[in-house]
């Protein structure tokens, strides 16, 4: 069964609005990190965030991370048409680096 | 620096045939991972190789599926006599041995079992 579970499934947003999506993961982890897939393309690592840390930055990106509650959420302010993808957050356990995948969000942003 | 590189990027193969994908690593780069995805599904975690070493491989198949990564060459994924449950988009991914590196990935192989 997947580790991390993205809410919403999906999203539609006015360009310019703020995007806020989920993930919720099961066991204790050491990172988690969000990626972005366009149609048909591979992953892009957007932002990791470490078990230790409660939230980070990048850009128009804002990640936090709620240990207590096994969930984290990723804000993109601003939005732009480009953001348009699917979003997936993923875990990786103490000992042991391999990635879990959720099920990720699907953003549209309506010019 | 080349990304990571996935080859062929789309592969038809007839039911009972082999398909045979190709992973380069980004240089420096000594771990590499195999997922699969199906259409409006996230990834599903299938190996995790070092050079010369499978460290897990509990998302493989246990029948067909086999994956290799020597010491020089590409990372290997190899699936025997495909059935139409094969076809699915397999991405390669590769990082850093080190604690929390982050996983590049490649444009994927789309097979397709006809």
């Known amino acids: 069964s997947q580790q991390g579970e993205e809410d919403p499934q999906a999203l539609s947003i006015q360009e310019g609005e703020n995007a806020t999506m989920n993930c919720s993961y099961k066991?204790?982890?050491?990172?988690l990190q969000w990626y972005r897939q366009n149609s048909g393309r591979g992953l892009v690592h957007l932002i990791l965030?470490?078990?230790?840390?409660r939230e980070k930055h990048s850009g128009r990106l804002r990640v936090t991370l709620d240990t207590s509650k096994k969930s984290s959420s990723l804000l993109i302010t601003a939005s732009r048409a480009a953001d348009t993808a699917s979003y997936f957050c993923?875990?990786?356990?103490?000992?042991?680096?391999?990635?879990?995948f959720g099920t990720g969000t699907r953003l549209t942003i309506i010019p | 620096n080349a990304g990571v590189m996935q080859n062929p990027r789309h592969l038809v193969r007839r039911r009972g045939q082999e398909a045979r994908l190709r992973c380069s690593p980004m240089?420096?780069?000594?771990?590499v991972y195999w997922y699969r995805q199906l259409p409006e599904e996230g990834l599903k975690f299938m190996v995790y190789?070092?050079?010369?070493?499978?460290?897990?491989e509990s998302g493989m198949p246990k029948e067909r599926f086999s994956a290799e990564f020597p010491k020089e060459g590409p990372s290997i994924l190899r699936i025997q006599q495909v059935v139409r449950g094969d076809s699915a988009a397999y991405f390669c991914?590769?990082?850093?041995?080190?604690?929390?590196?982050?996983?590049?990935f490649g444009q994927g192989t789309r097979l397709t079992v006809v």
């Open positions: 965030i470490r078990s230790n840390e």
């Open positions: 240089k420096g780069h000594s771990h």
């Open positions: 991914a590769s990082s850093l041995p080190v604690r929390a590196s982050v996983a590049f």
């Open positions: 190789l070092q050079k010369e070493n499978i460290i897990d």
């Open positions: 993923a875990t990786d356990a103490f000992g042991n680096e391999k990635l879990t």
């Open positions: 066991t204790s982890i050491n990172n």
